[in-house]
């Protein structure tokens, strides 16, 4: 029988385990190879955020993350307002060709921020395609 895909992990998903960390692998690389072991529907919103920042896993943790950003937009992930919105909105256009029902609702929930904290302006102009 097939676990429901909240629980099953990125290695899981991926098909590829990535196994122990390095013994020198950093703190940041060490978290990233246990988050992967970690069924994605139990990843807080500071581990989607840090995977998506490393582009690990973002096919599988875009549509939790925007579940997340569809909440509340500016959500505190762990260091300032809008850090998981800001991961986001960092990913490469090319993923976002094959996610256009996601792409989407991104637009409309940037589009609708009244405010934008100092920390995301150049990244929300650059989605809206400003210049």
Do not use: C
């Not at 629980?7 to 978290?31: C, F, Q």
């Amino acid at each position: 029988m097939t676990q429901p895909a909240d629980e099953r992990s990125l290695d899981d998903i991926e098909s590829a385990d990535w196994g122990d960390a390095p013994s020198d692998a950093s703190t940041m690389v060490a978290r990233i190879h246990e988050l992967r072991r970690v069924p994605i529907g139990r990843l807080s919103a500071d581990d989607v955020r840090l995977l998506i920042g490393q582009k690990v896993g973002v096919h599988a943790l875009l549509p939790i993350a925007v579940e997340h950003l569809s909440r509340e937009p500016l959500l505190a992930a762990t260091f300032y307002p809008g850090d998981l919105l800001r991961a986001v909105l960092r990913i490469p256009k090319a993923y976002w060709e094959q996610e256009a029902g996601l792409l989407e609702r991104l637009r409309l929930l940037v589009n609708s921020l009244d405010e934008v904290p100092s920390e995301l302006e150049a990244e929300v102009r650059s989605f809206r395609g400003e210049t």
